[in-house]
DNA sequence: GCAAGGTC
């Protein structure tokens, strides 16, 4: 018996060919240079001793599209609710690579990601697999099972194989179905109306997405705040005194007050004492915690804050160095490491290195502490860690450089024990008043001296107070303060945002803030940091819309993108149908669709105005 | 010329 088994990327092929064959295996090359067949035998515990071909697909296989008829320019855009639609073969190579290695093969594996997505590439690699052997029958495929490399859990998966999850196929088919329906539709009325009044030039394109908008409103939303924040005062009281000749500044444990008369009041009937007394001292031990393990979004977050490198350009440098195998697979929702995970093999590998090789030692030496377990899960990807060593000083890339030392010393700093402190505590009480101020030592960096990014400092250290002593009070003051602004957005809060909101994957969050840069949307900005501000053509396309009376929905806010995320997964849980979220779905779209339809001038107008305001 | 999702 023959069995074809089709991981989604050439990398799993390999490994998993390593596993299964023991190392003895035979490579072909495909027609795609990225995909090999690799060829050997395995005992498969329902089937006996198999020839087994395994190769893969480089992601999705197919596309989808509109037939000619609804071509841009052969149809009015809101046709395209309601157009049939095509499926494609993007990739013709690779699918060609699948028909034929499937001709004579009596079964088919599929090894994609454990995920919604790795479920759809599965039932697209199932197609092409039939075409050329029709003795394959969806009911009859294995899938396997499987969230990360380790051998004894790649066999166990093979030997374990499930069936394909058609819920989850539909809710993906759902996904694509959608999200082009209400793309093309929007970007031609969009693009159509804008281009004809002359707000954008003839070579460009107004996309609209469902990714796209939120991502672009929050953005806007953020500039508003900014904008329209008008400064309150308000007031405080401040108490200076002197211990052994330190002076300490205490807070007052009220807070602030925007009522200056009340504030007054209170400080009036303080003064009438000219001592305080300390009524309570504390100390606690206090923990800085050590980072989780690291997710494609904390890793993007991080760059962008630390070394200002934009979140595709912290992935793309994930990408490269592993593709040349220093780092694990980049693109991971995981922040706890798999039960097996070889942490001191991990750790070894870094042993050489002049900047934290020692610390590696001395980890190894000391001990390794256990990292700690986020609760995400993508059950596909381990979190990203490095793999085999690299000086840096041989990289070519600078963005490369930054971001294999930031997850060498990330993940030492898993592995590393919580950075300890202790604070001391002292409240003072004025009058009617209490008061109080801290101090922090910190007496064990631990993780704080392999992670150098992230700051934990001893602050000015408490005089040795007693408890119930009574001193002069040296100053105090009524201090006057106002709101301030909130801060334009940064990409790292962006990220952060559509992370939160679901808006986007770890693998395209990137790309949709790189998309709306490029359509002119949003541009980046130098003012102490980088921050992201939208153009006169990005308020004006998200106003625009805010502006237009639909019924309860909005095109530039993530409620939407996120009501569709939740009824897929009510898909995948089979309390719903994907009809039913399409009907439903389509529907909200197609009706906020003809309400802009009804009011593209008004919104092409807006737009002409925001933009000669700002010109 | 349109989307978002995979991956290289």
Not at 562 to 586: M, P
Request: charged content about 25%; glycine content about 6%.
């Amino acid at each position: 018996m023959k069995i074809l088994c089709v991981a989604e990327k050439p990398s799993i092929a390999k490994e998993v060919s390593r596993i299964l064959s023991g190392g003895n295996f035979r490579t072909r090359n495909s027609k795609n240079k990225y995909i090999k067949n690799y060829d050997f035998k395995f005992n498969f515990p329902r089937k006996g001793s198999c020839d087994v071909t395994m190769t893969s697909v480089v992601g999705h296989l197919t596309g989808v599209d509109f037939p000619p008829a609804y071509k841009w320019g052969n149809c009015i855009a809101g046709k395209l609710f309601d157009a049939e639609i095509v499926e494609k073969v993007m990739k013709q190579d690779v699918f060609d690579n699948i028909v034929n290695e499937a001709r004579n093969s009596g079964q088919l594996m599929i090894w994609t990601d454990c995920d919604r997505e790795g479920e759809y590439i599965g039932y697209e690699i199932f197609k092409a697999a039939s075409k050329g052997n029709n003795r394959l029958a969806i009911e009859n495929i294995w899938r396997s099972r499987f969230s990360h490399l380790e051998r004894s859990h790649i066999i166990q998966a093979a030997a374990n194989p499930v069936t394909l999850d058609l819920k989850a196929i539909n809710a993906v088919s759902c996904r694509i179905e959608l999200d082009l329906r209400v793309g093309a539709s929007f970007t031609r009325l969009l693009t159509d109306a804008l281009k004809n009044k002359s707000v954008i030039d003839a070579k460009d394109v107004a996309s609209y997405g469902t990714c796209q908008f939120p991502t672009l409103g929050f953005v806007v939303d953020r500039y508003k705040r900014v904008k329209s924040f008008t400064p309150e005062k308000f007031w405080h009281i401040q108490v200076e005194l002197a211990k052994d000749g330190v002076k300490t500044n205490f807070n007052w444990t009220k807070g602030h007050f925007f009522d200056r008369l009340y504030v007054m009041n209170l400080y009036q009937e303080c003064l009438k004492h000219k001592d305080g007394k300390i009524i309570k001292l504390e100390q606690k031990r206090r923990s800085n915690y050590r980072p989780l393990p690291l997710t494609t979004v904390e890793l993007q977050k991080d760059c962008s804050m630390f070394f200002k490198m934009s979140a595709k350009a912290a992935l793309e440098a994930a990408e490269k160095l592993y593709n040349r195998g220093f780092l694990s697979y980049p693109r991971t929702e995981t922040d706890t490491f798999p039960a097996t995970f070889d942490f001191k093999g991990t750790i070894e590998r870094q042993t050489s290195d002049s900047r934290w090789g020692e610390y590696a030692s001395r980890l190894l030496t000391n001990g390794i502490e256990n990292a700690r377990s986020g609760n995400k899960n993508d059950e596909a990807h381990p979190p990203i860690h490095p793999v085999n060593y690299v000086n840096i000083n041989t990289l070519t890339s600078a963005d490369e450089k930054k971001v294999y030392e930031y997850v060498v010393r990330r993940f030492l700093a898993c592995c590393s024990k919580d950075a300890i402190g202790q604070q001391t505590s002292a409240t003072l009480l004025w009058g009617d008043e209490t008061f109080t101020s801290s101090g922090l030592m910190v007496t064990e960096k631990n993780y704080l001296e392999i992670y150098t990014y992230k700051k934990w400092e001893s602050s000015k250290q408490l005089p040795k107070f007693i408890q119930g002593e009574v001193l002069p009070i040296t100053g105090g003051i009524i201090k006057e303060g106002k709101t301030t602004a909130p801060n334009y957005m940064t990409e790292t809060e962006l990220i952060a945002l559509m992370d939160a909101n679901g808006i986007g994957t770890d693998a395209t969050i990137a790309e949709h803030i790189d998309k709306i840069i490029n359509r002119g949307y949003v541009v980046k900005e130098k003012k102490k940091g980088e921050i992201i501000v939208p153009s006169p053509l990005g308020m004006g396309l998200i106003e625009g819309f805010d502006g237009m009376d639909f019924d309860n929905i909005s095109l530039s806010k993530p409620f939407l993108r996120k009501r569709l995320e939740t009824s897929l997964q009510q898909i995948v849980d089979g309390t719903t149908t994907k009809d039913e979220v399409l009907a439903e779905l389509k529907g909200l779209y197609k009706q906020a669709f003809s309400v802009s339809n009804r009011n593209i001038n008004q919104l092409v107008n807006y737009c002409k105005t925001v933009i000669s305001e700002n010109s």
